[in-house]
């Protein structure tokens, strides 16, 4: 069908540049000779010629890919794109890099000539190869795949080793072979790799693979000492050990390429040939050994050397070479410049956590030590990346063993089997740990550890990553190098942001399915779809790479529609705080939420201003993260030199803000300001009214404070059963 195509074009005259030579058959191929008019240089770098024939060589029965092939004999092969050939199939050029089937539904009968018309014009300016294409590959029509833990030592006596499985897919000849120091799943069939490095030999055209232990001498010769002599010398003294005479030859050739004969930069090339026949076999085939009749036993043949014929009965299987990845391989399959070797301690390995950490390792990022003290239960399934095998087993323990049998190269992730809240007696291993480690990585999904970490005396910055209640919103904050803003200044700043602004609503609203998966009144799963986060958990770990590195701190929030499937990405703001130590309490005040207040304060200028003041309360650790404000409700009065605050709307506007942070942020008092010429200090009116405020709070354990804004300076007074502190900070 093409080539009738091709010739319908031609005889049309609608391909300019080509003529028609002549056409013919040949079995059955269907061979189509054009004349071509190429645009080339007087003296261009490869011998084209502004003339050329090429024979276009078709499957008369399927619609293969076709064949190129040069009509003049002297046609150069080197260091061109050339399949060179054998007795049956003439040297052949290699068009297209894509694969036929890629491109065969758009190829056209102009488009195949075209592309043949650019080929011989770029090998003509010496412009074939891009700068970072490969050199050509010494042999080509491999039989399969051979797939090595490492590569053996070269030049010492050939190496033993086990295989996991061998395979024929599609009629290709795949095998694995495993790491004899750490063999896993192996069958019982042993290989014996011989193993030695030729060349260095210029890149040169590409040739059919040896299916033969003659071709393949003949490939090699004149490169290295000839390999049947080296063969010969060990397959004697194997085929007489006991031990090994039953297995079968791999040979491994490190192929080293030099560019040109002019320089010195090698490249390697690998390439293996299996033989089917046991070592035993091959030394009797090769007449190297000789087995008594009357015995039976074997013995040496001195001084053969195995006959041409010996040598072609020997049949081989060519295999290209793949090696196992380890992390510099994975990174730069993942495309990124190379092995992330940052030391990172991630608290929590459940669905996101086992996620991130997973896709990080696939990336070739970080050396990890894991901590997590659950234990992974059937319900987990749905969306963790561990599976029925490993249920009733330590999830730290269970994700780190599956990740590296994933990925045995890589190296293997430390587990600690331990809550962070209570370490128990993992207590000094995690310390060692928490201090060892650069990057501290909350993905828990738990607020109590979160902020255990972030009490930890570790020097290391602290990164939290979670996922809302309904499983499609993703939040990660990080803290910055310095740890000047840290994860309770981006906790209060994150929960003041989504809690005021209209674009985040529904974040934090509870989930309205779940799931009970025991008896337990705590024993509830929610319904979110392992969809659902490995969507969220490939964005946190490509964010995780990003930003690992970065300087200053940050706070993004990401929201996935299950049924667009689109992503909207926000980036928050972030800000460290003014801090007052009110011992044993440690009171801290946003500055994002200072820059508001001191908008409204100016706004409002001559008069004062005021509003209710929110934030974390934590009593274990004694702290008050005040973040978030209410400005002044519409009843309020505001004059020069007296705010008294309204009531309108405010316990609804209260509670909108504790709904929409799932109670995390909290009434903790009030503020107003002053005017200009007044210091930020409470007036008696102001005492009066503070008393009242700690009258209503007395006794209930709950700190409530009072906060004074004047155009330079920050007052703040704390009232908890009856005990006062105060300070005062400057503004900048």
Same mark, same amino acid.
């Given at each position: ?9 031609l /005889?049309a005259?609608?391909a300019?540049f080509?003529?028609l ?5 040949k ?8 004349e ?6 007087q ?5 084209? =010629?502004?003339? #050329? ?8 029965e399927?619609?293969?890919?076709p064949?190129f ?8 092969? +080197? ?11 003439p ?5 297209w890099f ?12 102009i488009?195949?000539l075209?592309?043949?018309?650019r ?7 010496? @412009?074939?190869?891009?700068?970072d294409?490969?050199l050509?590959?010494l042999?080509r029509n491999a039989a399969g795949?051979?797939? /090595?833990?490492g590569l053996p030592?070269v030049g010492?006596?050939p190496v033993?080793v086990?295989?996991?499985h061998?395979? =024929?897919p599609f009629?290709?000849f &795949?095998? =694995?072979?495993e790491?004899?120091?750490r063999?896993r799943?192996a069958?019982?069939a042993a290989f014996c790799?011989?193993s030695?490095?030729v060349g260095?030999?210029?890149?040169r055209a @590409?040739?059919?693979a040896?299916?033969n232990?003659?071709?393949l001498a +003949? ?12 063969i010969?010398?060990w397959?004697t003294?194997f085929g007489?050990?006991?031990?090994r005479?039953s297995?079968q030859?791999?040979i491994?050739?490190? &192929?080293?390429k030099w560019t ?7 490249r ?7 033989c089917?026949?046991?070592i035993e076999?091959?030394?009797e ?6 087995r008594d009749?009357?015995s ?7 001084g053969?050397n ?5 040598l072609v009965?020997?049949?081989i299987?060519? /295999?290209?070479v793949?090696f ?6 994975l990174?730069?399959f993942?495309? +990124?410049?190379g092995? !992330?070797k940052?030391?990172?301690l991630?608290?929590g390995?459940g669905a996101l956590?086992s ?11 970080? #050396?990890w ?9 059937p319900?987990n399934t749905?969306?963790?990346i ?5 249920i009733?087993?330590r999830? $730290?323990?269970?994700?780190?063993r599956?990740?590296h049998?994933?990925m045995?190269?890589t190296?293997?992730?430390?587990a600690i089997?331990c !809550? ?5 007696e993992?207590s ?5 740990a928490?201090?060892e480690?650069?990057v501290i990585?909350?993905?828990?999904a738990?607020?109590?550890? $979160?902020r255990v970490?972030?009490e930890?005396?570790?020097?290391a910055?602290r990164i ?6 309904a499983?499609t ?5 990080? +803290?910055?190098q310095?740890?000047?803003a !840290?994860?309770w200044d981006l906790?209060?700043d ?5 809690s005021c602004?209209?674009?985040?609503g529904?974040h934090?609203e509870?989930?309205?399915g779940?799931?009970?998966?025991g008896?337990?009144?705590r024993?509830?799963?929610?319904h979110?779809?392992?969809?659902d986060?490995? &969507?969220?958990?490939?964005?946190a770990s ?5 930003r690992?590195h970065s300087?200053g701190s940050?706070?993004?929030l990401? =929201?996935?529609?299950?049924e667009t499937g689109?992503v909207?990405?926000f980036e ?10 009110f #011992?044993?309490?440690?009171v801290?005040?946003?500055?994002r ?6 908008a409204l304060?100016? $706004?409002?200028?001559?008069?004062e @201003? ?5 934030g974390?309360v934590?009593r274990?650790?004694?702290r008050v993260c005040?973040?978030a ?7 309020s009065e505001?004059r020069?030199?007296?705010f ?6 405010l316990?609804?506007d209260a509670?909108?803000?504790?709904d929409?942070?799932?109670g995390?942020?909290r009434y903790?008092?009030?503020w ?12 008696s009116?102001d005492?009066k009214m503070?008393?009242?405020l ?7 354990g709950?700190?409530v404070f009072?906060a004074i804004?004047s155009?330079n300076?920050?007052?703040l007074r704390m009232s908890l059963n009856?005990e006062l502190?105060?300070g005062?900070v400057?503004?900048?």
């Amino acid at each position: 069908m093409r080539a009738r195509e091709i010739v319908a074009l031609l /005889l049309a005259e609608g391909a300019p540049f080509f003529k028609l030579v002549e056409i013919y058959q040949k079995g059955r191929l269907d061979v189509v000779l054009v004349e071509i008019e190429l645009g080339v240089a007087q003296r261009p770098v490869v011998d084209i =010629r502004p003339v #050329e024939q090429i024979a276009i060589v078709f499957s008369a029965e399927q619609d293969l890919q076709p064949e190129f092939v040069p009509a003049r004999d002297d046609f150069p092969k +080197e260091p061109l794109h050339v399949m060179v050939g054998d007795q049956d199939f003439p040297h052949t050029l290699c068009i297209w890099f894509a694969p036929f089937d890629e491109i065969r539904g758009n190829l056209t009968p102009i488009g195949l000539l075209e592309a043949l018309k650019r080929w011989l014009e770029c090998a003509a300016a010496g @412009t074939l190869h891009d700068p970072d294409q490969p050199l050509e590959p010494l042999l080509r029509n491999a039989a399969g795949t051979l797939i /090595l833990p490492g590569l053996p030592p070269v030049g010492e006596a050939p190496v033993v080793v086990p295989t996991r499985h061998t395979q =024929r897919p599609f009629g290709r000849f &795949v095998l =694995r072979l495993e790491d004899p120091a750490r063999p896993r799943n192996a069958q019982d069939a042993a290989f014996c790799i011989f193993s030695r490095v030729v060349g260095p030999i210029p890149q040169r055209a @590409t040739r059919l693979a040896p299916r033969n232990l003659a071709e393949l001498a +003949e490939v090699l010769d004149g490169v290295s000492e000839p390999l049947t002599k080296q063969i010969a010398t060990w397959a004697t003294e194997f085929g007489m050990d006991t031990n090994r005479r039953s297995c079968q030859l791999i040979i491994l050739l490190n &192929v080293q390429k030099w560019t040109s004969d002019a320089c010195d930069d090698t490249r390697n090339e690998y390439w293996a040939f299996y033989c089917d026949k046991s070592i035993e076999a091959l030394a009797e085939t090769l007449g190297l050994v000789a087995r008594d009749p009357t015995s039976g036993r074997l013995g040496k043949m001195l001084g053969v050397n195995p006959s041409p014929e010996q040598l072609v009965s020997v049949r081989i299987d060519p /295999l290209t070479v793949q090696f196992e990845v380890g992390s510099e391989e994975l990174a730069g399959f993942s495309g +990124e410049e190379g092995a !992330d070797k940052t030391k990172i301690l991630a608290i929590g390995v459940g669905a996101l956590g086992s996620t991130v950490f997973l896709a990080s390792t696939r990336a070739g990022f970080g #050396e990890w030590t894991l901590v997590d003290s659950d234990i992974f239960l059937p319900h987990n399934t749905a969306r963790h990346i561990l599976g029925d095998a490993s249920i009733a087993e330590r999830k $730290a323990h269970g994700v780190g063993r599956f990740a590296h049998w994933l990925m045995p190269r890589t190296s293997p992730a430390k587990a600690i089997d331990c !809550d962070v809240s209570s370490p128990g007696e993992a207590s000094e291993e995690l310390d060692r740990a928490l201090g060892e480690a650069s990057v501290i990585l909350d993905i828990s999904a738990s607020v109590t550890a $979160a902020r255990v970490i972030a009490e930890h005396p570790s020097p290391a910055r602290r990164i939290s990553a979670f996922l809302n209640p309904a499983g499609t919103d993703l939040v990660m904050l990080g +803290e910055d190098q310095e740890r000047s803003a !840290d994860l309770w200044d981006l906790e209060a700043d994150y929960y003041a942001q989504i809690s005021c602004e209209d674009v985040f609503g529904g974040h934090l609203e509870a989930v309205p399915g779940a799931t009970r998966y025991g008896n337990g009144c705590r024993d509830v799963s929610v319904h979110m779809s392992g969809d659902d986060v490995a &969507v969220l958990g490939s964005i946190a770990s490509r964010q995780l790479r990003r930003r690992i590195h970065s300087t200053g701190s940050f706070a993004a929030l990401w =929201r996935y529609d299950r049924e667009t499937g689109s992503v909207r990405s926000f980036e928050l703001s972030t800000s460290n705080s003014l801090r007052l130590d009110f #011992e044993p309490w440690t009171v801290r005040f946003s500055r994002r939420l200072l820059k508001q207040l001191t908008a409204l304060r100016t $706004a409002s200028l001559p008069a004062e @201003t005021g509003g209710a003041l929110f934030g974390i309360v934590d009593r274990t650790h004694k702290r008050v993260c005040i973040a978030a404000a209410l400005p002044a409700p519409s009843d309020s009065e505001l004059r020069p030199n007296c705010f008294v605050r309204g009531s309108n709307r405010l316990s609804e506007d209260a509670q909108s803000l504790s709904d929409r942070s799932l109670g995390q942020l909290r009434y903790v008092g009030e503020w107003h300001s002053h005017p200009d010429h007044a210091p930020a200090k409470p007036s008696s009116t102001d005492n009066k009214m503070f008393d009242e405020l700690t009258r209503f709070f007395a006794s209930s354990g709950e700190p409530v404070f009072m906060a004074i804004l004047s155009n330079n300076e920050l007052f703040l007074r704390m009232s908890l059963n009856g005990e006062l502190n105060e300070g005062i900070v400057g503004v900048d």
